[in-house]
């Protein structure tokens, strides 16, 4: 499931966390309403998984794939 991906997708996924930060802290900024809040704080949350990503060099794919982990749920029978 793990795949390496390349420079360019790295430098990619830096500036769309880049971009999501920024978007964030003009949201914050601009206006002070809980709803823009709480889209700022999405923001960023959305900024520090592209970061993460590119950081440890995986793929959107691999870590929608694992998000769905377990794939059973036996646990709950």
């Known amino acids: 499931m793990y795949e390496e991906i390349d ?3 790295r430098l990619k996924y830096v500036l769309i966390s880049i971009s999501l930060f920024f978007m964030g802290v003009a949201l914050m900024l601009s ?3 809980i709803i ?3 889209f ?3 923001s960023w949350a959305w900024a ?3 970061m ?3 950081i440890t060099g995986r ?3 691999d870590f929608c794939a694992s998000l769905h982990w377990p794939k059973t749920r036996s ?3």
Do not use: M, N, R, V
Request: aromatic share 20%; proline share 4%; no cysteine.
């Open 7 to 9: 420079s360019i997708t």
């Open 59 to 61: 793929p959107y794919s």
């Open 52 to 54: 993460h990503l590119a």
């Open 40 to 42: 700022a704080l999405a």
């Open 31 to 33: 206006f002070f309403l």
């Open 75 to 77: 646990f709950l029978k």
């Open 36 to 38: 823009t809040l709480l």
């Open 48 to 50: 520090g998984i592209f």
